[in-house]
Nanobody, 125 residues
Framework: VQLQASGGGLVQAGGSLRLSCSAS????????LGWFRQAPGKEREFVAA????????SYASSVKGRFTISRDSAKKSVYLQMSSLKPEDTAVYYC???????????????????WGQGTQVTVSS
């Protein structure tokens, strides 16, 4: 699976951005797609994940209610709609994918096998 993330940029606090992640290479049944982020000097952290098969979602507590993850099967893409952005949301955002036959969505970066190249999101105060 090849992943290509896009949509990052500079936005003021309180603003919105939508990140996109296009997937190619194989069908995505039984795959989970996730968004992670990494700020300078910090470890990569979970943001959100979605099951390709049934659309179930999971969010980090820090973004719940502000971010929405979704998928478009026809376009083989996953999106992260980010609203009410805060300066602490500033990071490089990565999309990732893992094959899974269980319903539980993982928040552990090491359990995701395929990664996109990352897109920078900067939120100014």
């Amino acid at each position: 699976v090849q992943l290509q993330a896009s949509g990052g940029g500079l936005v003021q606090a309180g603003g919105s951005l939508r990140l996109s992640c296009s997937a190619s290479g194989r069908t995505l049944s039984n795959w989970h797609l996730g968004w992670f982020r990494q700020a300078p000097g910090k470890e990569r952290e979970f943001v959100a994940a979605i099951s390709w098969s049934d659309g179930s979602t999971s969010y980090a507590s820090s973004v719940k209610g502000r971010f929405t993850i979704s998928r478009d099967s026809a376009k083989k893409s996953v999106y992260l709609q980010m609203s009410s952005l805060k300066p602490e949301d500033t990071a490089v955002y990565y999309c990732a994918a893992r094959f899974s036959t269980i319903r539980v969505l993982s928040s552990i970066p090491g359990q995701y096998v395929y990664w996109g190249q990352g897109t920078q999101v900067t939120v100014s105060s």
